[in-house]
């Protein structure tokens, strides 16, 4: 079983953490260690992330000590789940101003800026977790000829529908906010709608592709 360690974050929550790397399977099991917590009489709110998990307490004063020789324990007892998979194309307009860094991720990966596209666009990728923002989805499955490091510098505003890669991750952002990811194209795509009834475009288990549109480089 892969290692784990839990700790204290704050006052009134509790963390475990897994030892890397990251992986699907593990990931499986902490969507099913968070679903079991998530009615517990002594959790608050679940939190669950790439490879880790946090735990928000109800009772925090009475109960973060205990809670982190618990959540062991309940880690070690856990099983995985796996979400009935749903298939999500993503329309892509790659480089130009909808993915200024292309350029640079093709340089940094010793190719051209064409075999990225068909690169990161030849890959399925699957949902591990939604954060940062509302409906943003960290994927796994980047080749690993394409991870890149984040820019040095953020950017102050990257457009809503912006597709990313920062490190060993891909992304979209389904709002305009600051980022430090390389930005290589963009979706028209919708992730986030408060007003619907599924706010988020994508959920965790999802499995992604994206496809080129003639718009861009394809």
Sequence with gaps: MQRARCYLLGESAVVLELEPPITLV???RIWGLAERLMHHEDVREVIPGMNNLTVLLT???QLALDAIER?????EDSDAITPEPRAVSIPVIYGGEDGPDLSLVAEFAGMTPSDVVACHAGSAYDVYFIGFQP????????PERLSVPRRGEPRLKVPAGSVGIGGR???IYPLASPGGWQIIGRTPLKLFNPDASRPTLLLPGDSVRFVPQKEGIC
């Design 26 to 28: 593990s990931q499986r």
């Design 59 to 61: 009772n925090p004063q």
């Design 71 to 75: 959540l062991q324990s309940w880690w």
């Design 135 to 142: 409906g943003f989805p960290y994927l796994g499955g980047l």
């Design 169 to 171: 991750q891909t992304g």
